[in-house]
C-alpha cells in the first residue's frame, strides 16, 4: 500500500531529503520569528510577514529639508517599497527587509518614533499659532514640550496625546487619551478619549488653563494613571473609578 508522507514529516530515507526537511524547518523558524513586531528596533512587521516598516521620530511632524532627505537616501539605499506619511505625523519607511534594519537606523542617525508597545506614543501637534491664521494658542511650543517629557514613557497600556491651538482640533484631542483645544482664554483639557475599536469622547478635565496649568495638569493626569491603572487605556480606568472621584484625585 502507498505511503502518503505529509510535508511535515520528517523523513530520513537519504540525506537530499533530510537536507530539504532541514532547509524547510529553517524557513519555518524564520517565518515565525518575522511574523512579529521588533519593538526593541522599532520595527512593525508588515503584512507580507517579510519585510519591516521603520518610522523614525519627528516630533510634532516637523522636519527640515535635510532631514527628509537622510530619510528619502535611507529609503533608497535599502530598497523601501514606500514611504507612508503616518496619521500621527510620522514618515515610515515601508518594506525594510530584517537584515537592513541595524543599518537603516545606523545610516538615519534618528530615533524610533514610539508607534508600537505600551507607551505614550508620539504627540500629535497642529499648526497652532506658529504656522495657522486660525490658531488661539502655541500648540507646536505646548506639544513639543509634552513630547520631550513623555515621547515612549513606560504606562500601563498605550497612551495617546493630542495638541490643537484651536477648536477646529486638527490633532484630534477629543479622541486622545490627553487631549488640548487652544481657545481665546487658554486651553481646554479633555481625558479619556479613544478612537480604537470602542472609541470614545474625551471629557473636558479643565479648562482655561495657562501652558504651565496644562502642564502640571497632565503631569497629575499621567502619574496618577501610572500608579493606579491596570492593563487598560485611561478612559476605561476613568469609567472604573469614575469621573468624579478622578478629578477629586488629580485636580490640584
Known amino acids: 500500500m502507498l505511503e502518503v508522507r505529509s510535508p511535515y514529516q520528517v523523513c530520513y530515507c537519504n540525506r537530499h531529503c533530510t537536507g530539504r526537511i532541514q532547509k524547510r524547518n529553517s524557513v519555518i523558524r524564520r517565518m515565525k520569528s518575522m511574523s512579529k513586531d521588533m519593538l526593541e528596533k522599532g520595527a512593525i512587521v508588515q503584512r507580507d510577514k517579510e519585510t519591516f516598516a521603520i518610522a523614525p521620530h519627528i516630533p510634532g511632524g516637523i522636519i527640515d529639508p535635510a532631514g527628509l532627505r537622510k530619510i528619502a537616501d535611507v529609503a533608497e539605499k535599502y530598497n523601501a517599497k514606500a514611504l507612508k506619511i503616518t496619521s500621527a505625523q510620522r514618515i515610515a519607511i515601508v518594506g525594510i527587509d530584517p537584515q537592513d534594519i541595524d543599518g537603516a537606523w545606523a545610516d538615519l542617525g534618528m530615533s524610533p518614533g514610539a508607534a508600537i508597545g ?3 506614543r508620539s504627540v ?8 495657522c491664521k486660525r490658531g488661539q494658542q502655541d500648540s507646536v511650543g505646548v506639544g513639543l514640550k509634552l513630547d520631550e517629557i513623555y515621547h515612549g514613557m513606560q504606562l500601563p497600556w498605550k497612551f495617546k496625546m493630542g495638541v490643537s491651538g484651536c477648536v477646529n482640533s486638527c ?3 477629543a479622541i486622545k487619551d490627553v487631549g488640548l483645544i487652544g481657545t481665546p482664554k487658554g486651553w481646554r483639557l479633555l481625558v479619556g478619549g479613544c478612537g ?6 474625551g471629557q ?5 488653563l495657562s501652558d504651565e496649568e496644562a502642564l502640571s495638569l497632565i503631569e497629575r493626569v499621567v502619574n496618577y494613571y ?4 491596570k492593563k487598560q487605556r485611561l478612559g476605561e480606568f476613568i469609567e472604573e473609578i469614575g469621573f468624579d472621584k478622578f478629578k477629586q484625585e488629580v485636580l490640584p
Do not use: S
Not at 500629535?124 to 504656522?131: A, E, Q, S, Y
Not at 480604537?196 to 469622547?201: L, T
Not at 473636558?204 to 482655561?208: Q, T, Y
Open 171 to 173: 490633532a484630534e484631542p
Open 118 to 120: 505600551l507607551c505614550v
Open 196 to 201: 480604537a475599536g470602542k472609541p470614545r469622547i
Open 226 to 229: 501610572k500608579d493606579h491603572a
Open 124 to 131: 500629535k501637534i497642529c499648526p497652532g499659532t506658529t504656522f
Open 204 to 208: 473636558m478635565l479643565a479648562e482655561n
